[in-house]
């Protein structure tokens, strides 16, 4: 499901609630404008027409242990 970044602050909880129906995964199309890695995640910053949203990726390599 495609929302907008103002959907998703909108929401009080980890579940989007739009039309009747909780989705735990939407698609966000955004401007990515800042990337940051690190050893344990990578957060982006995202823009779009109604606002700013940072998110992580948690790593999980266990390559070197």
Not at 7 to 33: C, R, S, W
């Amino acid at each position: 499901l495609p929302v907008f970044i103002k959907m998703i602050h909108n929401q009080p909880d980890d579940v989007i609630d739009l039309y009747g129906f909780e989705y735990k995964m939407v698609t966000v199309v955004a401007i990515v404008k800042e990337i940051e890695h690190t050893s344990t995640k990578i957060t982006y910053s995202m823009e779009d027409i109604t606002g700013n949203k940072k998110s992580n990726i948690v790593s999980f390599d266990n390559s070197q242990g």
